[in-house]
């Protein structure tokens, strides 16, 4: 079946450590997005990518890091700097603006 | 960048009864106007979109209508069920990479 897998579905950290977020699409979308959900805030931008070993920063990028080496995966890395990580985090990929944008079912980060 | 206003935040309903839920956008260059359904624990599913050369699409029970002089679009939900109980974001676009989502509307169907 075609479609975006985040991973794992539920995370914790201890305060100071990088943790990765997974995101793997098979759709062969050019695009991959990653959003941060907090309750009331709906859904921000992270960091964006429209094309292979490209990508751009989002409204709220600090504290963040992605890379983009194969179409397919579109892993983030919630950083030390980031001072509060704890939040609900969405990955998303489409052909390009105009088009629908499919999400993965969210990765829960908590740190502790 | 593109701002865009959703509302209500909450919005409560009795099964079989309409609801409406209304953006505003800032963009007047903005021609894709999608609606998400997220359910509690799950990522966002696409319910229905319109474009800008078109001012109304219906599917079933839900609809979008788009106002594009006023900058707003809204979502019909008509004879809602409990099912139809989620949060609800509107988006559009910013330039010509990503989306700007609203800030979500909770609808909650009373049987």
């Known amino acids: 079946d075609g479609g975006i897998t985040q991973s794992p579905k539920y995370l914790f950290r201890k305060e100071g450590q990088n943790v990765t977020l997974s995101c793997e699409q098979n759709?062969?979308?050019?695009?991959m997005y990653w959003y941060r959900q907090d309750p009331g805030q709906g859904l921000r931008l992270i960091y964006y990518s429209q094309i292979v070993n490209d990508f751009q920063k989002g409204d709220i990028a600090e504290g963040y890091s992605v890379s983009r080496e194969k179409k397919e995966s579109f892993p983030l890395t919630v950083t030390s700097a980031q001072k509060n990580p704890t939040a609900f985090y969405l990955c998303a990929s489409s052909f390009g603006t105009g088009t629908e944008a499919f999400f993965g079912q969210g990765t829960r980060l908590t740190v502790v | 960048g593109e701002n865009v206003e959703q509302h209500p935040s909450t919005l409560s309903v009795q099964e079989g009864d309409s609801a409406v839920i209304k953006c505003t956008y800032s963009?007047?260059?903005?021609?894709?106007f999608p609606w998400y359904k997220q359910e509690l624990g799950k990522g966002p599913q696409l319910i229905i979109d319109i474009r800008s050369n078109v001012g109304e699409k219906k599917d079933q029970r839900i609809a979008v209508t788009l106002n594009k002089t006023a900058k707003h679009f809204s979502l019909h939900i008509t004879e809602t069920q409990p099912e139809d109980s989620a949060v609800y974001f509107c988006a559009a676009p910013v330039g010509y990479s990503t989306l700007t989502f609203g800030k979500g509307t909770m609808l909650l169907v009373s049987p």
């Open positions: 759709l062969n979308h050019d695009a």
């Open positions: 963009d007047s260059a903005s021609n894709y």
